[in-house]
């Protein structure tokens, strides 16, 4: 399968190879950071916060490509790990945070933003329909495993109401708005760079 470019293919382009893995680092840790912030992103919603983080790491994926994104999310959970205020719930850090209720959707982040990023990778992202299938199918992951992960304590059903249920509506928000989005970015990006870099 024909393999396309990703927004981080993008950026210092012309690079040397030498000097490629300081792009990739920076676009990891901008990447990790971007997430992070919209972790912080709050609306009220009991007992799991709304936040755009989830958002934040389809983004991510489609945007980095499959290996930037997944490290990406790979450093953000170690941000977290290490103390870093990163997480959206109190105490926003802290290796306890991987024992808790929403541990799933952390160990989720890094497939979720390597699959949305494969898809990117293979030109999922220039049109409306295929970026609405790669991005559903990226937060199906993360809500998947997220309850898969409260299923064993909560029960299937309180699971359910409790860790899917409350997201449905505003992830379908989400989702529509990034797959509009995207390939209105790349018709940006044609504009001023031509096809070739399409």
């Given amino acids: 399968m024909t393999t396309a470019k990703t927004f981080g293919d ?15 680092a920076l676009l990891v840790v901008g ?57 959206s719930m109190p105490p926003y850090a802290g290796a306890a945070y991987f024992a808790g ?27 409306v329909f295929r970026a609405l299938a790669a991005l559903t199918m990226g937060q199906a992951l ?6 898969a992960w409260m299923a064993p304590t909560l029960g299937a059903k309180s699971a359910f109401d409790v860790g899917i249920a409350p997201f449905l509506v505003g992830d379908v928000l989400k989702i529509v708005v990034a797959a509009a989005a995207l390939p209105m970015a790349w018709r940006i990006v044609a504009l001023f760079d031509g096809p070739d870099r399409a």
Avoid: N
């Fill in 10 to 24: 993008l950026i210092w382009a012309g690079a040397a190879r030498r000097s490629a893995w300081v792009r990739d």
């Fill in 31 to 87: 990447g990790s950071l971007f997430v992070a912030v919209c972790a912080r992103f709050q609306f009220p919603s009991a007992p799991i916060p709304f936040t755009l983080q989830a958002f934040a790491v389809l983004l991510v994926g489609a945007a980095l490509g499959p290996r930037r994104g997944s490290i990406a999310l790979v450093v953000y959970l170690l941000e977290g790990l290490g103390g870093l205020p990163v997480f």
């Fill in 101 to 127: 209720p929403t541990a799933g959707y952390l160990f989720s982040f890094p497939l979720a933003a390597g699959l949305v990023g494969w898809l990117a990778h293979r030109g999922w992202d220039r049109g």
């Fill in 142 to 147: 993360i809500l998947g495993l997220g309850f």
